[in-house]
Nanobody, 126 residues
């Protein structure tokens, strides 16, 4: 699975951005899809995940209620709507596909993901 993330940019605190991730190379169906982020000097951390069915989602506590993950299996895309952005949301955001197709459990560790996009920078100014 090849992943291409886009939609990052510079926004003021309180603003919104929508990230998109397009998959290609093989079938998109059956993969749980996640968004992770990495701030300078910090480890990559989990942000959100959506099950291959689209019916289940899970969020990091730090973004719950502000971010929404969604997917379009027909278009092979996954999106992350980010509202009420804070300076601490500043990071490079990565989309990723679970290494195991049809997994029923939502995994939040980077080790469970084999396929990664190139990352898109999100900068939130105060």
């Amino acid at each position: 699975v090849q992943l291409q993330a886009s939609g990052g940019g510079l926004v003021q605190a309180g603003g919104s951005l929508r990230l998109s991730c397009a998959a290609s190379g093989t079938t998109f169906s059956g993969y749980n899809m996640g968004w992770f982020r990495q701030a300078p000097g910090k480890e990559r951390e989990f942000v959100a995940i959506i099950k291959w069915t689209g019916g289940s989602t899970y969020y990091a506590d730090s973004v719950k209620g502000r971010f929404t993950i969604s997917r379009d299996n027909a278009e092979s895309t996954v999106s992350l709507q980010m509202n009420s952005l804070k300076p601490e949301d500043t990071a490079v955001y990565y989309c990723a596909a679970d290494r195991t197709r049809w997994r029923t459990v939502l995994r939040t560790t980077t080790e469970d993901y084999d396929y990664w996009g190139q990352g898109t920078q999100v900068t939130v100014s105060s």
